[in-house]
């Protein structure tokens, strides 16, 4: 990549210097009390903003949150994470009530070499996410003039055209984080010349989401494991009934397709977790994959499919992962979930876990985070990376 990272940023000296710093903040929320669930995108920008804070940078922080509707929300803000942020930096984040307002102006101007500063939702301005260039070119302008240098930490939004993403980094000297640059090298080795044999696991609700990777990584790949929502329109697709589990009649013709250009690559299961209802308490037993009653739906991969998809994961050498194999918030059809994520750690393999509902799984079960290869804070631009889309964060960071 010809891109300028971090450490270029820190060797030309960033003291007193404003950074602006693009992170991905975008942290779940409790509904009733407003607390942080989950911090581990807050964790995993501090190597970049330690850095900076310890070069003495004014260093000036932008996110999103959720999706509000281009004008203040409360719900959306962004107060929380900057205490949270505050408590992991071991330093107070100032917080400015607006993103580029008199707040943001006067919290940044009065910022000492060393200090944080948090803005507010991006996506309370329309023009951050604006489809009008010229619309997200202004609110850009007005964002840019908040920094002398811009560093892109935040890979998660980097296949998103905007405004702080994509058109910040022309009007600023622009650099990659830490966060950045380690996401791109890891999967810029599972579309080399990945070591084999090459495993990947693909879960989650639909296999629309999935189709596009799903595509680029047959050709590549030695096996490719399905469980989840999506293995359902597979098990359709073989002529299986699956009852009132998730269903996409649309792509049953499409993933009969996949499975006769790759006889043999592609891996279903052979029991599920078939219940009366989407409930955590539902009445529920393992049937068969081709046994699924009318009446009931799967909830999770069975034992004897972790056990086959164990078996081939022993075997690899890399290993990427996204999407989990079951309702694994609910206990009862979380053992899918785990005992694959288990079986990933125990492989003597390079293992990339892809994000999203995947590294919020690793979390939630407890799982020891490094015992994984790379855990990605992207889950739809890991994809799109992998499907060797053109991610307009990274394209911005070339120029």
């Known amino acids: 990549m010809s891109i300028r990272n971090l450490d270029d940023l820190l060797a030309e000296g960033v003291s007193g210097r404003r950074v602006l710093v693009r992170a991905d903040l975008n942290v779940p929320l409790d509904k009733q009390t407003g607390e942080i669930t989950d911090d581990g995108r807050i964790r995993a920008v501090l190597p970049t903003l330690s850095a900076l804070v310890q070069a003495g940078a004014k260093v000036v922080v932008c996110s999103h949150l959720g999706r509000p509707k281009g004008a203040p929300d409360p719900q959306f803000s962004l107060r929380p994470v900057a205490g949270r942020l505050g408590e992991l930096l071991g330093a107070s984040v100032a917080f400015a009530e607006d993103t580029v307002g008199d707040s943001a102006r006067s919290t940044v101007a009065e910022l000492a070499d060393g200090q944080v500063a948090l803005l507010e939702n991006l996506r309370f ?77 693909l879960g989650g609700s639909k296999v629309s989401d999935k189709l596009a990777v799903i595509e680029a990584l047959l050709p590549t790949v030695d096996r490719l494991l399905i469980g ?19 269903l996409e009649k649309d792509m049953v013709e499409t993933c009969r397709n996949l499975m006769e250009r790759a006889p043999g690559k592609i891996m279903l299961p ?51 992962w996204n999407g989990p194999m079951g309702v694994f918030e609910m206990a009862a059809f979380a053992n899918g979930t785990r005992g694959v994520a288990e079986a990933i750690t125990k492989a003597d393999a390079f293992s990339v876990v892809g994000g999203g509902d995947s590294a919020a799984a690793v979390r939630a079960l407890g799982l020891d985070e490094s015992s994984f290869g790379h855990i990605s804070t992207g889950g739809g631009a890991s994809l799109e990376y992998l499907e060797g889309k053109t991610l307009p964060g990274i394209a911005a960071l070339e120029n």
């Open 125 to 201: 301005n329309k023009g951050e996410t604006s489809k009008d260039d010229a619309e997200r070119g202004a609110f850009a302008d007005q964002l840019a003039a908040l920094g002398d240098a811009y560093v892109d930490d935040a890979f998660g939004a980097v296949h998103r055209k905007h405004a702080s993403v994509h058109d910040v980094p022309a009007r600023l000297p622009h650099f990659a984080g830490r966060l950045v640059l380690r996401e791109v090298e890891v999967l810029s080795r599972l579309t080399g010349s990945p070591e084999r044999p090459y495993v990947v696991v």
């Open 228 to 246: 989840g929502g999506m293995c359902f329109t597979f098990l359709k697709a073989q002529g299986h009934e699956v009852g009132t589990s998730l």
């Open 270 to 320: 052979v029991d599920v977790v078939a219940a009366d209802a989407f409930a955590p308490d539902a009445a529920h037993d393992t049937v068969p994959a081709d046994g699924i009653p009318s009446h009931r739906l799967g909830l999770d991969i069975g034992p004897e499919t972790v056990a086959g998809f164990a078996a081939a994961l022993s075997q690899a050498k890399t290993i990427f």
